[in-house]
């Protein structure tokens, strides 16, 4: 038997790590929905066109988008459908064109969704009553673009992420009223059009309030994160070439973990680049990444690890 060297063997190991081996996620991709184990490997998988946004609620069902216009709750269990809200034909949007790609399901069981077209952030029942509705403030309007991902805060502000306009708006709960905006840096640079790594723009894509007060912002095609103060000013950023091997190309999912770590979505990066990456954000040290171009293809705009939530069993 041909002996490995121990420096070798150890590198080895190392890059293994890195592809999987740390995190256990759904994901989309390739026509798929899929939840993928920490050895790598698909757990299971149903046949599902592209999304923007997914939950994976307390009981283990999936939230998630279906089509340009409807929510569903998928049992994890029997994979079919068990609920569904059809914002193209409910609550005043018949005969508008309306887009969904994002939605959150909150502690009361109610859901918010984010509706492009109407242009409007709506909270909603499980018989899809209509509890609650903020206009958004859009200055290109577009059913595709007037919003990416929102979430609602722990104060009842909506943070809401506009692609079109390359703003990060932050809505009042109770007035509607902007109370916060922060428009996407182009840092000197031409918009160029395409949606991989030779594209650029700031056409935004998620938002995360920090527990500093500080937003994380993932800018699209802008191939970077921004962490800005409440007066707006930048305090942490990576970008497109910054992260040794790796190229960034549409940064759109993130996820702060309970260590500290960032996961980063890497869409439309290409072959050999991965999907995910987790970084240690003060040393900017890629500790795991998500290899799987093979598998989910060149489109994946939305995951979420499920193993530090406890989630999908």
Not at 44 to 51: A, P, Q, V
């Amino acid at each position: 038997m041909r002996c490995i060297p121990m420096f070798t063997a150890a590198i080895l190991l190392f890059a293994a790590s890195l592809a999987f081996g740390q995190h256990r996620l759904i994901t989309q991709g390739n026509d798929k929905l899929a939840v993928v184990g920490k050895d790598g490997k698909v757990e299971w998988e149903m046949k599902w066109g592209g999304i923007h946004d997914i939950h994976v609620l307390s009981g283990g069902n999936i939230m998630v988008q279906q089509g340009a216009s409807r929510v569903v709750e998928i049992d994890s269990k029997t994979r079919a459908v068990v609920w569904t809200y059809d914002s193209a034909s409910s609550n005043g949007n018949a005969k508008k064109p309306v887009e969904v790609h994002a939605f959150q399901p909150l502690a009361d069981g109610n859901v918010m969704i984010a509706e492009s077209g109407p242009a409007r952030i709506i909270e909603v029942n499980r018989d899809g009553k209509l509890l609650k509705e903020i206009k958004l403030k859009v200055n290109r309007p577009h059913p595709h673009t007037d919003t990416r991902l929102v979430r609602k805060l722990a104060v009842g502000n909506y943070l809401v992420c506009h692609e079109g306009d390359g703003f990060v708006r932050e809505y009042d709960g109770k007035s509607g009223d902007v109370v916060w905006e922060y428009e996407v840096p182009m840092f000197g640079n031409e918009a160029k059009g395409g949606h991989g790594p030779e594209a650029f723009g700031n056409k935004c894509f998620a938002a995360v309030r920090l527990t500093s007060g500080n937003t994380l912002i993932s800018t699209g095609n802008g191939h970077s994160v921004l962490e800005v103060t409440p007066e707006k000013k930048i305090v942490w950023e990576l970008h497109q070439k910054q992260l040794p091997g790796i190229t960034l190309a549409w940064i759109t999912t993130l996820e702060v973990l309970p260590n500290g770590n960032y996961v980063i979505g890497n869409c439309h990066a290409g072959e050999g680049q991965p999907l995910l990456i987790e970084l240690e954000p003060k040393s900017k040290k890629v500790v795991w990444q998500f290899d799987q171009y093979g598998t989910f293809g060149n489109s994946v705009s939305n995951s979420q690890v499920l193993d530090v939530k406890d989630a999908l069993r």
